[in-house]
T-cell receptor
Framework: AQSVTQPDIHITVSEGASLELRCNYS??????LFWYVQSPGQGLQLLLK??????LVQGIKGFEAEFKRSQSSFNLRKPSVHWSDAAEYFC?????????????FGTGTRLLVSP | DADVTQTPRNRITKTGKRIMLECSQT?????MYWYRQDPGLGLRLIYY???????NKGEISDGYSVSRQAQAKFSLSLESAIPNQTALYFC????????????????FGAGSRLTVL
């Protein structure tokens, strides 16, 4: 069965500093990979996804993620964090076929942004 | 109006009571899902539905039931609520995810916080 590990429960970053959130997955085949963000009191919103092709994917709000098959990782990055980025971030892996994947979510990383 | 609307947003109930959480969507998506979020556990899939005649159990369906009343409506019921069902519940929808993308992108509601005393 597939699994997703987000090793950092909390991360604090200064505003303007760079950010990297870690995500490792366990899955036998090429996975579908997603990053979602949850702002306080809100549902989850898709930041970006990887299906195939270029291993560096761009998302909304200036985020990007890189798929590294050799490391089974899909880390999320942003070069300069804004205070509005404070939220909880979830990595998810989907197994299945083109058209439908049952998602397994990681436990989330809460990002705090300091002034 | 939100694309995916959940009601109620907050509910406090007592052990043994029947609870229904409702979800409606204006996305026109065929697929609908119910997830449960617990601190430190992420989101776990309770049930999902591909259309009004197709209901599937997720990884934690025990103690829950669902009804797909229409393409746009998917409700989650707790027949006899217990304290360990206290959680934040999310409804989500997705389209067929076909074509080159192939990825099953979920649109989430804002969540329903349920407390069982």
């Amino acid at each position: 069965a597939q699994s997703v590990t987000q090793p950092d429960i909390h991360i604090t970053v200064s505003e303007g500093a760079s950010l990297e959130l870690r995500c490792n997955y366990s899955y036998g085949a090429t996975p579908y990979l997603f990053w979602y963000v949850q702002s306080p009191g809100q549902g989850l919103q898709l930041l970006l996804k990887y299906f195939s092709g270029d291993t560096l994917v761009q998302g909304i709000k200036g985020f990007e993620a890189e798929f590294k098959r050799s490391q089974s990782s899909f880390n999320l990055r942003k070069p300069s964090v804004h205070w509005s980025d404070a939220a909880e971030y979830f990595c998810a892996v989907g197994r299945g076929n083109t058209g439908f994947q049952k998602l397994v979510f990681g436990t989330g990383t809460r990002l705090l942004v300091s002034p | 109006d939100a694309d995916v609307t959940q009601t109620p947003r907050n509910r406090i109930t007592k052990t043994g009571k029947r609870i229904m959480l409702e979800c409606s969507q204006t996305k026109g998506h065929d697929r609908m899902y119910w997830y449960r979020q617990d601190p430190g556990l992420g989101l776990r899939l309770i049930y999902y539905s591909f259309d009004v005649k197709d209901i599937n159990k997720g990884e934690i369906s025990d103690g829950y039931s669902v009804s797909r009343q229409a393409q746009a409506k998917f409700s989650l019921s707790l027949e006899s609520a217990i304290p360990n069902q206290t959680a934040l519940y999310f409804c989500a929808t997705s389209d067929l995810g076909n074509g080159h993308s192939g990825a099953n992108v979920l649109t989430f509601g804002a969540g329903s916080r349920l407390t069982v005393l």
